[in-house]
């Protein structure tokens, strides 16, 4: 036997029982994307490795350690599957000068690309769905994202999470910060890990963001920066703090919370869950008021936030939230190859309607396979797909199916001109026959009935 191929550790299959989640939720941040203006914009997966290089920052631990990057053959380039989507909507964003007539509300959705060791809510291959607003200064954009999500996370009907909130300021204010902080762990080395020394000289505000239990103390007692924005700064956050107050937004102040890219000034935030062990993060987000000049664009406010499809839906399951699979309304019963072509117009006629139909098929093994030279006794000399199955098991297909009709093309009933409309749940009628010459009357009619609002 031929030794079957896998996939690639850390990044997964979606099958169709689990699809269909999927396919809820993104059409569920469509509408809330719609509802605020948000257009969506698709960029490549893969990218330049110097937009994320420039981009995210050298010394941050995506470059340093997760990208996944390589070398096109055939020209030489350095690429680099996207660790995450920001700095790629601003290229594009840079490239097509898309802020020539003025600011854009934009969002995005697809997969990303971190060398991770796997865990329950994070995959090498994981999914982001994302807004940014580019273009705008404002703090009322920093809370306009903030209640875009915070609006999802209700809608989806999800609990415990909870909204952290804190300041970057502007590059003057951390580099006075971040001079306090190398004063500060150079007094404290001995108690710092292996990273944060590296870091130490590099990047000092990612010690911040260490997930080492053994360095919390230290990193608790540490400057705060919130103590070295200025008057402009703090205007600026305590006017988004207004906003959210004002909607009913509840939010904790987290003089910690840096992020986990170089590009974001003033307000960061991030929504997290007790519930996904280590994996507490669903979505985080701020301003980033430089990264646009930064990748060779004119200087332009912006800010947005992601969240991350699989942690996401794993809380949605947690908490027996969501949608369950689709029925197809119909399921049609065909006993005989000879009704075959007739039922298979009738089911066009059907979908054009708006109904979703399924027809009984025969299932078996492939016919590339060689022929036997003799049929053994008591077996069909047809081929498996010739045989359609007995009536009484596409009935047992079509109950299987959960569809609240069958709708069955018996011989008798074709040669009449109609067709069985059998109903197989309560509560929706009783069997009917259906005329072949106005398929479109009553299968509108059917539709109706069975989405009477119109869902």
Not at 123 to 148: K, V
Not at 428 to 444: F, H, I, N, S, Y
């Amino acid at each position: 036997m031929t030794e079957k191929i896998t996939a690639v550790k850390g990044m997964n299959d979606i099958l169709p029982q689990d699809a269909y989640l999927w396919e809820w939720l993104e059409a569920r941040v469509r509408d809330l994307m719609q509802s605020f203006a948000y257009q969506n914009l698709r960029t490549p997966i893969v990218e330049p490795s110097a937009l994320f290089v420039r981009g995210l920052g050298e010394v941050t631990d995506i470059v340093e350690k997760e990208m996944y990057s390589f070398e096109d053959r055939l020209n030489g380039e350095q690429l680099t599957l996207r660790p995450e989507a920001t700095a790629g909507v601003v290229r594009a964003v840079v490239q097509h000068n898309l802020l020539y007539d003025g600011p854009k509300r934009l969002y995005y959705t697809g997969p990303m690309f971190r060398h991770e060791r796997p865990q329950r809510g994070r995959y090498r291959q994981f999914h982001q769905m994302g807004a940014e607003a580019l273009g705008f200064a404002g703090p009322q954009l920093d809370a306009e994202l903030i209640l875009m999500a915070h609006g999802l996370w209700q809608s989806l009907g999800l609990q415990g999470v909870t909204l952290e909130l804190n300041s970057l300021g502007q590059p003057q204010e951390r580099q006075q910060h971040r001079q306090a902080l190398v004063a500060y762990f150079e007094l404290h080395q001995a108690g710092l890990d292996e990273d944060s020394v590296r870091r130490l000289r590099t990047n000092p505000l990612r010690i911040l963001d260490t997930k080492n239990p053994q360095m919390q103390d230290l990193v608790n007692a540490a400057p705060r920066l919130i103590d070295f924005l200025g008057a402009d700064s703090m205007a600026h956050f305590e006017a988004v703090q207004a906003v959210l107050s004002a909607n009913g937004v509840a939010y904790r102040l987290n003089p910690r919370l840096v992020r986990g890219m170089d590009y974001y000034n003033l307000t960061v935030f991030e929504f997290v869950t007790d519930q996904l062990g280590s994996q507490g993060t669903i979505c985080g987000g701020g301003r980033y008021d430089y990264l646009i000049e930064q990748l060779g664009g004119k200087p332009a406010p912006a800010v947005g936030w992601a969240f991350g499809v699989e942690r996401v839906l794993e809380l949605i399951k947690s908490q027996g939230l969501g949608a369950h699979p689709q029925a197809p309304d119909v399921y049609a019963v065909v006993p005989e190859m000879a009704q075959l072509p007739l039922a298979m117009k009738t089911l066009g006629a059907l979908r054009a309607q708006g109904l979703n139909v399924q027809m009984h098929s025969p299932g078996g093994q492939s016919s590339s396979g060689p022929t036997p030279a003799t049929t053994p006794v008591g077996q069909s000399s047809e081929p498996a797909w010739m045989q359609l199955g007995s009536m009484k098991s596409q009935i047992k297909k079509a109950d299987a199916s959960l569809a609240p009709f069958a709708l069955i093309f018996g011989a008798e009933e074709v040669l009449a001109g109609q067709v069985t409309l059998k109903a197989l749940r309560d509560g929706v009628g009783e069997q009917r026959k259906m005329p072949l010459g106005d398929v479109a009357t009553w299968a509108k009619a059917l539709q109706c009935e069975l989405r009477p609002t119109g869902g």
